[in-house]
């Protein structure tokens, strides 16, 4: 509970917005809740490999919904609808995920 709050809080520093921070105050949780409830289900128990993997999600989980909510924010500015932008930001997340840049 101590680390959920504390990603919450850095997301805030980062954000300055509350609706902006509420989004991954709420991911964060229910993406760990449903990880343990697959673990149990699948008899996977809790060890130091498990707890690392679980760190590793947690950390794509609060990356992806940050670079979300630039991209929203980015096309509210632009002068879009919340809607439309909500849609174009997730089509843009889309697009770079199946299309990553060549590396250096």
Known sequence: MLSVSLVVMVIFLFLRTVPATFIPAVAVPLSLVGTFGAMVLLGFSLNNLSLMALTIATGFVVDDAIVMIENIARY?????????????????????????????
Do not use: F, M, V
């Open 76 to 104: 509210i500015e632009a002068g879009d609808s919340p809607l439309q932008a909500a849609l174009k930001g997730a089509e843009a997340d889309r697009l770079q995920r199946s299309c990553p840049s060549p590396s250096r």
